[in-house]
Every structure is written in C-alpha cells, then in structure tokens.
C-alpha cells in the first residue's frame, strides 16, 4: 500500500501528510527502488505526452512539416499558455495547414497566472489554443494530416490516431493493449492507467532508446534532446519541471502529470516515477529531490540551484512564511 512520502508544517506542526508510491526501474525492467506499491494502477495523464508525440516522428510528419526541436518540445508539453507557447502552437498549426478552432482539447484560463491576467486585461477570453495541452492536440492534429486521416473526430476512442497512442503506449511500457486501463483525460483524448512501475520502465527506456523497440529510438533521441533544449517550452515561467530539466537536462528528462503523476528517465539508466495518493502536486517536488538524492543523481551544485524545491516554503494571504513541505521518503532496495 501506499506509503507516508512527505509532510506539511506549519511552524512546528505537522498539518497535513501525503502518502504516495514510487518506483526507480531499469530499462531492463529490474525495480531497483521503492516506496510504497510500484505495482500501484494510476493514470499517466499528461506524463504521456512524450511517448504520445513518438508517432509523430516515426511516421515521417515531423520532417514533413519541418517541426523546430522547440515545437516537438511544446507538442510534450503541458505549458503555461504564456505568449511563447501560443506563438509556438500557433506555428505549428500554421505549417499543417489547420484552424485554431480545429482544437478540441477544452477550454481553460492559462495556468501560469500572470498570463491569465494579461488575458483578462487585453479584454480577450481563453480559447482551446491556451490549454495547456494544446501543443499535444496539434501534434495530434498534423499525425491526421499527414496519415489523411479525418480530423474531425480525432479525439474518439475509435479514431485511428487515438488507437494507435494506445498502441505505442503498450509497446513503450512493455504492457499489453488488454491490460491498459482506458479513460478519457482532461483535454478529451485516451487516458492510460498503468502500473507505476511500467511508467518508470517507459521514461527509463525514452532516456536509453537502445532498449525500445527499433522504430522509437531516434525519435525517443529527438524528443529527449528538444525537452533538453527548450525546458521553457515544457511547461513554463515559475514551473519545477522546466527549472528541473533546465538545471539537470543534461542527465535527465522528464514530465509532470495530472493528479500527482511526476516520471523522470535518466540518460545513465533508470526510470523514476512518483504518483501522490490524493493527487496534490505540491509534495512532488521534494520528493523527486529526496530520490535524486537518495540515488547519487544530482550534485551539490545542482541542488543549491533548486533549493527552493527541496523543502519548498508556504506563504500565506500576508506573503509571510508559515511553514514547509518535507520529504519522509523511505526507498527501499528492489522488490520485497
């Protein structure tokens, strides 16, 4: 079962507690640490984003459309919706030849919220395009273009592109189609429920392209190398996933999802995942510092870059600090 991974303090009391699982795999698939129950079924949500965006490489769409390593970057991500997202989608969209309006993955305020205000002040209203997964329904979008296939209905269950996410989901993870839980995520398309285990084998083997299957790897190699270069485009201003990879991406990859899902793939071997019980993303952050920790990953120097992650700091209504989250992550070494 699910295990107490990090605590929240205010002054010298704990308040509130998480418990959560977490699994640190090889690309061979041997569960090196643990906490809690790696074999825990959760949904990857937007922590897919990676292995949903292999297809548009493989299938020859990328080099068709001329896609920039920034926009394979921005369809991986789950961004801000700052104005260099939007321009960067906005182009993306422009070289497939396809509307705005054409996007059906919802409609919600920019997350980052000094865009969502900028908004609200230039007296313009959200469109999908601001969606945080915008990038991803676009790359989504120029798979159906270039497979001519109807983009209508693009993000049924029965579509052609939604089944073939499913597909490379399975093959990625080393998990049959049958035993895949199947749901529809926030932004409308095929969510996927797995074993933390398998999304730790997932980013471990999208970090060491050798151990997928043959027609992954240089797309695995193109897609990990543009997250690299533009970790802006992953997420965003005032975001650990892009100041994480903008500090380390030269060891490692990874992608935030939904509801307290975080996976990581290392270039030197491991795949790490992190699935929060009550899915608050808050206690993610320190927790995936105590394993890099725990797991000889990052340097001091490193460290001192993301400290403010570490044991991240809770303000209140008055911008006075009121207490801390700490992680209480106990690893433990391979499967009992």
Known sequence: MSKYIADVYRNKLIESRHRGDAAVVEP??????FCGNPEYNTYLRSAAKPFQILPVINSGAADFFNFSNREIAVMCSSHNGEEKHIKVVKNI???????????????????????AHQLYLDGKK???IYNNCSGKHAALLSLCKYMDWDIKDYISP????????VKTVSEVTSLKKEDIYLGEDGCGVVVFGLPVKNMALGFARLANPDYLPQQYREAAKRITKSMSDHPYMVAGS?????????????KLTGKMGAEGVFCLGLFDGSGICVKIEDGNYRALAPVIIDILKNIGVISSDELKKLKKYEKPILKNHHDHSVGYIESVLQLKKGVE
């Open 28 to 33: 061979d698939g041997q569960i090196s640490y």
């Open 93 to 115: 969209l422009k070289k497939i030849e396809v509307e705005e309006d054409k996007l059906k993955c919802g409609v919600h305020d920019p997350i980052f919220k000094k865009a």
């Open 126 to 128: 959200a469109t999908e």
């Open 158 to 165: 029965t579509h052609p592109v939604q089944k073939l996410m």
């Open 238 to 250: 005032e975001r650990f996933n892009t100041d994480l990879i903008e500090v380390m991406g030269n």
